[in-house]
């Protein structure tokens, strides 16, 4: 294929890789990639994917000739939008549509040739001519795939799972062969029953016909179930691919058009009407309305948006009609930068999946030692040479490392793509090694435990005051400033009385207040010393109210008009309505967690009790955050931080594991380990859950990988068992593991929806 660039410096290329057929093949290419001068590469068995780190100016042509030398396919990846469009069903890709035909010819003409073997009743005169013309197809042509890689392999003084595949169904089919043209077994009435496991008899009377024919079926199948179980296992990123609108209606002036999503550019204008996705993320400039981000969030409850509000592109306008500015787009948006992070996640690989790789490298030399082992035993013991052909077949066939190399990877596809699905970012599998550990959590308060803006939370009138009055009448004064307390203010008095009165004479008195006329009344709204300039001073009652909220760190604005004080309005930055659940549900997971704040000790305490956290650190400057979690860390702590914002930045870095609010800064997102779309406090837990279920899974399917093959060895070896059975127990083994893991896709799923939270 043509190069049309070159990778940038020091940039990181991706590779599609094409070819492998079990995690020695990974390791191979890994190998001779890494040879290359400067080039650091991960090949991902279960992905298909590789990943090279390049100096600059390097041409990936260089990188696509080296695999290509080695025997496999590679090529760059489509773009995004082309990975979207071809997404489908498992199965639909040639390599797919090729191993399903192998596999369906395969069962026809098999099936007869196990059953002749196994039943003793069907073995008419000459039935072993009749085995021999149906699983020759089978073993020459259906397993083909494996005959060629070994080869391939064997010119490159290598060895993968193919090379045990084909040394065990060649062997067999050219002994049977040897018995039926040299032997006695292709005299006419010929017998013999099927054992599970193995007996003393003469070689050259014995075929394998149906070993040879049933270990290739059993294998085919395997891997074609793999491949579709590793394709449902991708279904999360691609359906994330999937979300984005195709096309937009761009509005220039009063004149609107249709235009692929592709050719919209920042600043441009488009309409967003009720049941449409949102095609990009921009600014509201016209209009409200309600949008569902479930898809991209998973949080289940609409947002309400207005002019002013930022959207994000994917999500599904629920309301009203509304005109957008868009402000990013293709590459840039939110969704293009989440499929990034999970597609850097899944090609990655934990400590664990390393370890399952060096195991892998040498799996297969080991096993051919060990099966003509078992050959020279046996022999050597005094059985006939068709027990000891048979013993060491059986070792070649169930010795599959694959069930080992997907034991971490398909696990980490799944668990990451359903991550994505829950608004749950993970930037690496390492990442979920050091959840596991974690025993504090420390929280930032603005923004992460609390929504960080200002909200009106009390209003306390004087007596015979109307309560409503008293906000309408200063919501409308304080509507005219931009001041975040004042529009805390207006907004809550616009949603209490709809629109607000105008204002005439409005003057901002510096560092004390604002004042307007409206609806004939002189209005005054600010400190209390600006009314004291006035002569007017609040009652008793009201001055106690006002004394409360600001010992518990409330911000207290006074209102008064006509030459009288009214009452005062209590403004605080207030806790997310799920952050005391989500803190209930860190302590039942055995987290400890702390809050770390800047503002005063008053605030933080007010702020803690609220939702149930003991342990303060408040008035800390922003370079101290980093300071108090080395701090945790020297007293032995495993802390993990969450934080939204430029000055949680070096915090979220020195912790071992930071969780960035995707609310928050740009800054904070990339110094951190997972990101939290939905910038809910909740979405913590379930990504610590997440991390710590999914490396439950790889662990889980490690030890039955291992276990699989410390038992199955030794078994064929002594001849309990028979090839045909070996080879079944082989391809069981990878698609139990590859089952095992799909179940990732059901975490936090309740009868509710996908949205769903996950129960600790």
């Given at each position: 294929?043509?190069?049309?660039?070159?990778?940038?410096?020091?940039?990181?290329?991706?590779?599609?890789?094409?070819?492998?057929?079990?995690?020695?093949?990974?390791?191979?290419?890994?190998?001779?990639?890494?040879?290359?001068?400067?080039?650091?590469?991960?090949?991902?068995?279960?992905?298909?994917?590789?990943?090279?780190?390049?100096?600059?100016?390097?041409?990936?042509?260089?990188?696509?000739?080296?695999?290509?030398?080695?025997?496999?396919?590679?090529?760059?990846?489509?773009?995004?939008?082309?990975?979207?469009?071809?997404?489908?069903?498992?199965?639909?890709?040639?390599?797919?549509?090729?191993?399903?035909?192998?596999?369906?010819?395969?069962?026809?003409?098999?099936?007869?040739?196990?059953?002749?073997?196994?039943?003793?009743?069907?073995?008419?005169?000459s039935w072993q001519w009749a085995s021999l013309a149906l699983a020759a197809p089978v073993v020459v042509w259906a397993a083909f795939p494996f005959h060629r890689a070994a080869w391939m392999n064997l010119r490159h003084g290598t060895a993968t799972m193919d090379t045990l595949v084909s040394m065990g169904t060649?062997?067999?089919?050219?002994?049977?062969?040897?018995?039926?043209?040299?032997?006695?077994?292709?005299?006419?009435?010929?017998?013999?029953?099927?054992?599970?496991?193995?007996?003393?008899?003469?070689?050259?009377?014995?075929?394998?016909?149906?070993?040879?024919?049933?270990?290739?079926?059993?294998?085919?199948?395997?891997?074609?179930?793999?491949?579709?179980?590793?394709?449902?296992?991708?279904?999360?990123?691609?359906?994330?691919?999937?979300?984005?609108?195709?096309?937009?209606?761009?509005?220039?002036?009063?004149?609107?058009?249709?235009?692929?999503?592709?050719?919209?550019?920042?600043?441009?204008?488009?309409?967003?009407?009720?049941?449409?996705?949102?095609?990009?993320?921009?600014?509201?400039?016209?209009?409200?309305?309600?949008?569902?981000?479930?898809?991209?969030?998973?949080?289940?409850?609409?947002?309400?948006?207005?002019?002013?509000?930022?959207?994000?592109?994917?999500?599904?306008?629920?309301?009203?009609?509304?005109?957008?500015?868009?402000?990013?787009?293709?590459?840039?948006?939110?969704?293009?930068?989440?499929?990034?992070?999970?597609?850097?996640?899944?090609?990655?690989?934990?400590?664990?999946?390393?370890?399952?790789?060096?195991?892998?490298?040498?799996?297969?030399?080991?096993?051919?030692?060990?099966?003509?082992?078992?050959?020279?035993?046996?022999?050597?013991?005094?059985?006939?040479?068709?027990?000891?052909?048979?013993?060491?077949?059986?070792?070649?066939?169930?010795?599959?490392?694959?069930?080992?190399?997907?034991?971490?990877?398909?696990?980490?596809?799944?668990?990451?793509?359903?991550?994505?699905?829950?608004?749950?970012?993970?930037?690496?599998?390492?990442?979920?090694?050091?959840?596991?550990?974690?025993?504090?959590?420390?929280?930032?308060?603005?923004?992460?435990?609390?929504?960080?803006?200002?909200?009106?939370?009390?209003?306390?009138?004087?007596?015979?005051?109307?309560?409503?009055?008293?906000?309408?009448?200063?919501?409308?004064?304080?509507?005219?400033?931009?001041?975040?307390?004042?529009?805390?203010?207006?907004?809550?008095?616009?949603?209490?009385?709809?629109?607000?009165?105008?204002?005439?004479?409005?003057?901002?008195?510096?560092?004390?207040?604002?004042?307007?006329?409206?609806?004939?009344?002189?209005?005054?709204?600010?400190?209390?010393?600006?009314?004291?300039?006035?002569?007017?001073?609040?009652?008793?009652?009201?001055?106690?109210?006002?004394?409360?909220?600001?010992?518990?760190?409330?911000?207290?604005?006074?209102?008064?008009?006509?030459?009288?004080?009214?009452?005062?309005?209590?403004?605080?930055?207030?806790?997310?309505?799920?952050?005391?659940?989500?803190?209930?549900?860190?302590?039942?997971?055995?987290?400890?967690?702390?809050?770390?704040?800047?503002?005063?000790?008053?605030?933080?305490?007010?702020?803690?009790?609220?939702?149930?956290?003991?342990?303060?650190?408040?008035?800390?400057?922003?370079?101290?955050?980093?300071?108090?979690?080395?701090?945790?860390?020297?007293?032995?702590?495993?802390?993990?931080?969450v934080g939204d914002g430029v000055n949680d930045a070096a915090a979220l870095a020195q912790a071992d594991l930071g969780l960035a609010m995707g609310t928050g800064t740009d800054v904070a997102i990339e110094a951190s380990d997972i990101t939290l779309v939905r910038g809910d406090l909740g979405s913590a837990v379930d990504a610590i859950l997440l991390s710590r279920t999914t490396l439950r899974t790889i662990k889980?399917?490690?030890?039955?990988?291992?276990?699989?093959?410390?038992?199955?060895?030794?078994?064929?070896?002594?001849?309990?068992?028979?090839?045909?059975?070996?080879?079944?127990?082989?391809?069981?083994?990878?698609?139990?593991?590859?089952?095992?893991?799909?179940?990732?896709?059901?975490?936090?799923?309740?009868?509710?929806?996908?949205?769903?939270?996950?129960?600790?």
């Amino acid at each position: 294929m043509t190069m049309t660039a070159a990778a940038g410096p020091g940039s990181s290329v991706e590779l599609q890789i094409g070819g492998m057929t079990c995690a020695s093949c990974a390791m191979r290419i890994e190998k001779k990639l890494n040879k290359l001068d400067g080039v650091t590469a991960t090949v991902n068995y279960a992905t298909e994917k590789a990943r090279v780190i390049v100096p600059a100016e390097y041409d990936p042509a260089v990188l696509i000739a080296e695999v290509e030398r080695a025997g496999y396919r590679a090529a760059l990846p489509a773009p995004t939008k082309a990975i979207s469009e071809t997404a489908g069903e498992a199965g639909t890709d040639p390599e797919s549509a090729s191993l399903r035909q192998r596999l369906a010819i395969s069962i026809v003409l098999t099936v007869p040739v196990v059953a002749m073997a196994m039943i003793p009743a069907l073995q008419f005169n000459s039935w072993q001519w009749a085995s021999l013309a149906l699983a020759a197809p089978v073993v020459v042509w259906a397993a083909f795939p494996f005959h060629r890689a070994a080869w391939m392999n064997l010119r490159h003084g290598t060895a993968t799972m193919d090379t045990l595949v084909s040394m065990g169904t060649a062997a067999a089919f050219l002994w049977s062969l040897y018995a039926l043209f040299f032997g006695t077994a292709g005299a006419p009435g010929m017998t013999h029953g099927f054992e599970f496991s193995l007996a003393p008899a003469d070689g050259s009377a014995n075929i394998y016909l149906e070993v040879a024919a049933g270990v290739t079926v059993f294998i085919l199948a395997g891997r074609y179930f793999e491949k579709r179980s590793k394709r449902q296992a991708g279904a999360a990123l691609r359906a994330l691919l999937e979300l984005g609108a195709k096309h937009v209606s761009l509005l220039r002036g009063a004149v609107e058009t249709k235009i692929p999503v592709e050719d919209l550019q920042v600043g441009d204008e488009f309409i967003v009407r009720p049941g449409e996705k949102i095609a990009t993320d921009g600014i509201v400039v016209n209009g409200s309305s309600a949008v569902d981000a479930s898809m991209l969030t998973g949080e289940s409850v609409p947002v309400e948006v207005r002019e002013g509000d930022p959207v994000t592109g994917a999500t599904m306008n629920a309301g009203g009609r509304l005109v957008v500015r868009a402000t990013r787009v293709g590459s840039d948006t939110q969704l293009a930068q989440m499929a990034r992070l999970v597609v850097d996640a899944q090609t990655g690989k934990a400590e664990v999946q390393r370890l399952a790789d060096r195991i892998s490298g040498v799996f297969v030399p080991v096993v051919v030692v060990v099966a003509v082992a078992a050959l020279g035993a046996w022999l050597g013991a005094g059985f006939p040479a068709s027990v000891a052909f048979t013993a060491a077949v059986a070792v070649l066939v169930i010795a599959c490392p694959c069930a080992l190399g997907l034991a971490t990877p398909t696990a980490l596809l799944v668990g990451t793509g359903r991550g994505a699905q829950l608004g749950i970012l993970i930037k690496g599998p390492e990442v979920l090694e050091s959840t596991r550990t974690i025993d504090t959590i420390v929280l930032d308060k603005t923004g992460t435990v609390t929504t960080g803006r200002m909200s009106l939370v009390d209003v306390v009138a004087e007596p015979g005051v109307d309560v409503h009055e008293l906000l309408r009448l200063a919501g409308a004064v304080e509507d005219a400033s931009e001041h975040p307390v004042a529009q805390a203010i207006a907004k809550a008095a616009t949603r209490q009385a709809g629109t607000l009165p105008a204002v005439e004479n409005f003057a901002n008195i510096e560092g004390n207040g604002v004042q307007g006329v409206v609806d004939g009344h002189g209005v005054l709204v600010g400190r209390e010393k600006l009314l004291a300039d006035w002569g007017q001073q609040l009652s008793a009652e009201v001055a106690d109210a006002k004394l409360r909220a600001e010992r518990e760190g409330k911000t207290v604005v006074v209102v008064s008009w006509d030459g009288r004080a009214r009452g005062v309005l209590v403004v605080a930055d207030t806790v997310k309505p799920t952050s005391a659940e989500a803190i209930g549900r860190m302590k039942a997971i055995g987290l400890t967690p702390v809050l770390l704040t800047g503002d005063n000790a008053a605030v933080a305490r007010r702020i803690a009790d609220e939702v149930g956290i003991e342990r303060v650190i408040a008035e800390v400057l922003p370079a101290g955050k980093v300071d108090v979690v080395a701090g945790l860390q020297r007293q032995g702590r495993i802390v993990a931080m969450v934080g939204d914002g430029v000055n949680d930045a070096a915090a979220l870095a020195q912790a071992d594991l930071g969780l960035a609010m995707g609310t928050g800064t740009d800054v904070a997102i990339e110094a951190s380990d997972i990101t939290l779309v939905r910038g809910d406090l909740g979405s913590a837990v379930d990504a610590i859950l997440l991390s710590r279920t999914t490396l439950r899974t790889i662990k889980t399917n490690l030890f039955w990988a291992f276990a699989y093959n410390v038992v199955a060895i030794p078994v064929a070896a002594l001849g309990l068992l028979n090839p045909m059975l070996a080879g079944a127990t082989m391809a069981l083994s990878s698609v139990f593991v590859v089952g095992n893991s799909l179940r990732l896709r059901g975490f936090g799923r309740a009868a509710r929806g996908v949205g769903a939270r996950p129960r600790p």
